[in-house]
Protein backbone atom coordinates (compact mmCIF):
# COMPACT_ATOMS: atom_id res chain seq x y z
CA UNK A 1 0.00 0.00 0.00
CA UNK A 2 1.15 3.37 -0.91
CA UNK A 3 1.44 5.70 2.51
CA UNK A 4 1.69 10.02 1.88
CA UNK A 5 2.18 11.12 5.46
CA UNK A 6 1.99 14.45 6.38
CA UNK A 7 3.65 15.25 9.24
CA UNK A 8 0.61 17.23 10.84
CA UNK A 9 -3.37 16.83 10.91
CA UNK A 10 -3.62 20.34 12.74
CA UNK A 11 -1.77 23.22 12.91
CA UNK A 12 -2.20 26.76 14.26
CA UNK A 13 0.21 29.61 13.66
CA UNK A 14 0.33 33.36 13.99
CA UNK A 15 0.41 35.60 11.16
CA UNK A 16 4.54 36.35 10.35
CA UNK A 17 5.63 33.04 11.38
CA UNK A 18 7.50 30.62 9.17
CA UNK A 19 5.67 27.39 8.58
CA UNK A 20 6.92 23.96 7.43
CA UNK A 21 4.69 21.28 6.14
CA UNK A 22 6.25 17.81 5.69
CA UNK A 23 5.26 15.52 3.53
CA UNK A 24 6.89 11.93 3.53
CA UNK A 25 5.81 9.31 0.77
CA UNK A 26 7.39 5.38 0.92
CA UNK A 27 6.68 3.78 -2.83
CA UNK A 28 9.86 5.56 -4.51
CA UNK A 29 7.92 7.82 -6.75
CA UNK A 30 9.00 10.73 -8.47
CA UNK A 31 6.71 13.15 -8.40
CA UNK A 32 5.04 15.09 -5.11
CA UNK A 33 2.65 17.70 -5.56
CA UNK A 34 1.20 20.51 -2.91
CA UNK A 35 -2.40 21.55 -2.62
CA UNK A 36 -4.45 23.38 -1.40
CA UNK A 37 -7.89 23.16 -0.53
CA UNK A 38 -10.54 25.52 0.01
CA UNK A 39 -14.60 25.32 -0.58
CA UNK A 40 -15.45 26.19 -3.62
CA UNK A 41 -12.44 26.75 -5.22
CA UNK A 42 -11.15 22.71 -5.33
CA UNK A 43 -7.86 21.12 -5.28
CA UNK A 44 -5.18 24.03 -6.31
CA UNK A 45 -1.89 23.52 -7.54
CA UNK A 46 0.60 25.07 -5.32
CA UNK A 47 4.24 23.92 -6.73
CA UNK A 48 4.99 19.97 -7.40
CA UNK A 49 8.58 18.36 -8.13
CA UNK A 50 9.18 16.08 -10.57
CA UNK A 51 12.71 14.83 -9.14
CA UNK A 52 14.95 15.42 -6.13
CA UNK A 53 15.78 19.63 -6.14
CA UNK A 54 13.85 19.94 -8.99
CA UNK A 55 10.54 22.38 -8.39
CA UNK A 56 8.21 23.94 -10.83
CA UNK A 57 5.34 26.33 -9.73
CA UNK A 58 1.94 26.05 -9.61
CA UNK A 59 -1.40 27.94 -10.18
CA UNK A 60 -0.83 29.47 -6.70
CA UNK A 61 2.97 29.82 -5.82
CA UNK A 62 2.66 33.42 -4.07
CA UNK A 63 3.44 33.24 -0.84
CA UNK A 64 4.45 29.83 -0.99
CA UNK A 65 7.65 27.89 -1.47
CA UNK A 66 9.18 24.01 -1.27
CA UNK A 67 11.92 22.00 -0.78
CA UNK A 68 12.84 18.67 -1.67
CA UNK A 69 16.36 17.47 -1.04
CA UNK A 70 15.44 13.72 -0.55
CA UNK A 71 13.64 11.64 -3.15
CA UNK A 72 10.68 10.71 -0.25
CA UNK A 73 10.33 14.49 0.87
CA UNK A 74 8.45 17.70 0.21
CA UNK A 75 8.42 20.55 2.33
CA UNK A 76 6.09 23.17 1.90
CA UNK A 77 7.06 26.73 3.68
CA UNK A 78 4.97 29.31 4.33
CA UNK A 79 7.82 31.94 4.37
CA UNK A 80 5.14 34.55 6.24
CA UNK A 81 2.32 33.10 7.55
CA UNK A 82 -1.33 35.33 6.38
CA UNK A 83 -5.01 34.66 7.39
CA UNK A 84 -5.81 34.29 3.58
CA UNK A 85 -3.56 30.81 4.03
CA UNK A 86 -5.71 29.27 6.18
CA UNK A 87 -6.68 26.15 4.20
CA UNK A 88 -6.57 22.89 4.20
CA UNK A 89 -3.34 21.37 2.30
CA UNK A 90 -2.45 18.08 0.36
CA UNK A 91 0.23 16.81 -0.82
CA UNK A 92 -0.07 13.64 -3.02
CA UNK A 93 2.64 11.72 -4.86
CA UNK A 94 2.59 10.24 -8.02
CA UNK A 95 5.01 8.13 -10.23
CA UNK A 96 6.73 8.63 -13.25
CA UNK A 97 7.45 6.35 -15.99
CA UNK A 98 6.31 8.72 -19.06
CA UNK A 99 2.80 8.44 -18.30
CA UNK A 100 0.43 9.59 -16.08
CA UNK A 101 -1.09 7.19 -13.28
CA UNK A 102 -3.06 7.48 -10.03
CA UNK A 103 -1.83 10.20 -7.79
CA UNK A 104 -2.11 9.29 -3.87
CA UNK A 105 -2.87 11.69 -1.40
CA UNK A 106 -1.81 12.61 2.31
CA UNK A 107 -4.82 12.89 4.80
CA UNK A 108 -4.09 16.22 5.25
CA UNK A 109 -3.03 19.18 7.44
CA UNK A 110 -5.77 22.17 8.60
CA UNK A 111 -3.64 25.39 8.87
CA UNK A 112 -5.33 27.98 11.05
CA UNK A 113 -3.63 31.34 10.95
CA UNK A 114 -4.37 33.89 13.55
CA UNK B 1 -1.70 26.59 -18.40
CA UNK B 2 -4.40 23.98 -18.14
CA UNK B 3 -7.83 25.13 -16.53
CA UNK B 4 -10.44 22.70 -15.43
CA UNK B 5 -13.83 23.67 -15.29
CA UNK B 6 -16.74 21.57 -13.18
CA UNK B 7 -20.38 21.04 -13.17
CA UNK B 8 -22.77 21.25 -11.23
CA UNK B 9 -20.74 22.36 -7.71
CA UNK B 10 -23.96 20.55 -5.92
CA UNK B 11 -26.12 17.73 -6.75
CA UNK B 12 -28.47 15.82 -4.98
CA UNK B 13 -30.56 12.38 -6.15
CA UNK B 14 -32.63 9.70 -4.69
CA UNK B 15 -30.93 6.81 -4.32
CA UNK B 16 -31.13 4.61 -7.33
CA UNK B 17 -31.27 7.23 -9.68
CA UNK B 18 -27.89 8.20 -11.96
CA UNK B 19 -25.58 10.87 -11.32
CA UNK B 20 -23.57 12.70 -14.15
CA UNK B 21 -20.54 15.50 -13.33
CA UNK B 22 -19.14 16.81 -16.32
CA UNK B 23 -15.77 18.91 -16.72
CA UNK B 24 -14.22 20.93 -19.68
CA UNK B 25 -10.74 21.36 -20.16
CA UNK B 26 -8.78 24.10 -22.14
CA UNK B 27 -5.51 22.50 -22.85
CA UNK B 28 -5.93 20.14 -26.21
CA UNK B 29 -2.54 18.30 -25.32
CA UNK B 30 -4.50 17.07 -22.10
CA UNK B 31 -4.31 13.11 -22.71
CA UNK B 32 -4.82 11.95 -19.23
CA UNK B 33 -8.85 12.65 -17.26
CA UNK B 34 -9.10 10.82 -13.74
CA UNK B 35 -11.60 11.47 -11.01
CA UNK B 36 -11.05 11.41 -7.43
CA UNK B 37 -13.88 10.54 -4.53
CA UNK B 38 -13.21 12.57 -1.29
CA UNK B 39 -15.59 11.32 1.78
CA UNK B 40 -15.54 13.55 4.31
CA UNK B 41 -12.48 14.36 6.89
CA UNK B 42 -10.68 11.99 4.38
CA UNK B 43 -8.12 11.98 0.79
CA UNK B 44 -9.09 12.27 -2.13
CA UNK B 45 -8.75 8.51 -3.75
CA UNK B 46 -8.66 7.94 -7.29
CA UNK B 47 -11.65 5.94 -8.75
CA UNK B 48 -11.50 5.58 -11.98
CA UNK B 49 -9.80 7.57 -15.00
CA UNK B 50 -9.39 7.56 -18.74
CA UNK B 51 -6.94 7.94 -21.64
CA UNK B 52 -7.12 10.16 -24.29
CA UNK B 53 -7.31 6.85 -26.97
CA UNK B 54 -10.66 5.56 -25.66
CA UNK B 55 -13.78 7.19 -26.00
CA UNK B 56 -15.54 5.89 -22.28
CA UNK B 57 -14.69 3.50 -19.92
CA UNK B 58 -16.78 1.71 -17.06
CA UNK B 59 -16.11 0.46 -13.86
CA UNK B 60 -19.28 -1.60 -12.52
CA UNK B 61 -21.48 1.12 -11.77
CA UNK B 62 -19.12 4.26 -12.61
CA UNK B 63 -18.18 5.12 -16.16
CA UNK B 64 -16.39 7.74 -17.26
CA UNK B 65 -16.68 9.58 -21.03
CA UNK B 66 -14.39 11.73 -23.16
CA UNK B 67 -15.39 13.87 -26.23
CA UNK B 68 -11.48 15.28 -27.08
CA UNK B 69 -13.07 17.78 -30.00
CA UNK B 70 -15.12 19.62 -27.61
CA UNK B 71 -12.89 19.21 -24.85
CA UNK B 72 -14.85 17.55 -22.29
CA UNK B 73 -15.44 14.40 -20.28
CA UNK B 74 -18.71 13.21 -17.90
CA UNK B 75 -18.53 10.85 -14.89
CA UNK B 76 -21.98 8.99 -14.64
CA UNK B 77 -23.14 6.77 -11.47
CA UNK B 78 -25.56 4.45 -11.86
CA UNK B 79 -27.71 3.42 -9.46
CA UNK B 80 -26.63 5.89 -7.02
CA UNK B 81 -26.25 4.68 -3.05
CA UNK B 82 -25.81 6.60 0.34
CA UNK B 83 -22.53 5.59 0.23
CA UNK B 84 -21.70 7.16 -2.59
CA UNK B 85 -22.54 10.67 -1.12
CA UNK B 86 -19.17 12.47 -1.36
CA UNK B 87 -17.39 15.27 -3.09
CA UNK B 88 -15.80 14.47 -6.59
CA UNK B 89 -13.27 15.93 -8.43
CA UNK B 90 -12.31 15.56 -12.24
CA UNK B 91 -8.56 16.36 -13.28
CA UNK B 92 -6.55 16.98 -16.46
CA UNK B 93 -3.11 16.21 -17.30
CA UNK B 94 -0.69 16.17 -20.61
CA UNK B 95 2.83 14.20 -20.99
CA UNK B 96 4.28 18.03 -21.78
CA UNK B 97 3.99 18.74 -17.84
CA UNK B 98 3.92 17.12 -14.80
CA UNK B 99 1.25 18.74 -13.62
CA UNK B 100 -2.13 17.55 -12.68
CA UNK B 101 -4.91 20.15 -12.31
CA UNK B 102 -8.21 19.55 -10.84
CA UNK B 103 -11.30 20.74 -10.87
CA UNK B 104 -13.62 22.94 -8.13
CA UNK B 105 -15.75 19.86 -7.22
CA UNK B 106 -19.03 18.78 -6.75
CA UNK B 107 -20.61 17.51 -3.53
CA UNK B 108 -22.89 14.65 -4.30
CA UNK B 109 -25.60 13.72 -2.04
CA UNK B 110 -27.83 10.62 -2.29
CA UNK B 111 -30.65 11.19 -0.68
CA UNK B 112 -32.23 7.50 0.96
Known amino acids: DVKVTQSSRYLVKRTGEKVFLECVQDMDHENMFWYRQDPGLGLRLIYFSYDVKMKEKGDIPEGYSVSREKKERFSLILESASTNQTSMYLCASSPQGGVHTEAFFGQGTRLTVV | GENVEQHPSTLSVQEGDSAVIKCTYS??????FPWYKQELGKRPQLIID?????GEKKDQRIAVTLNKTAKHFSLHITETQPEDSAVYFC???????????FGSGTRLLVRP
Open chain 2, 91 to 101: AAAGDSSYKLI
Open chain 2, 50 to 54: IRSNV
Open chain 2, 27 to 32: DSASNY
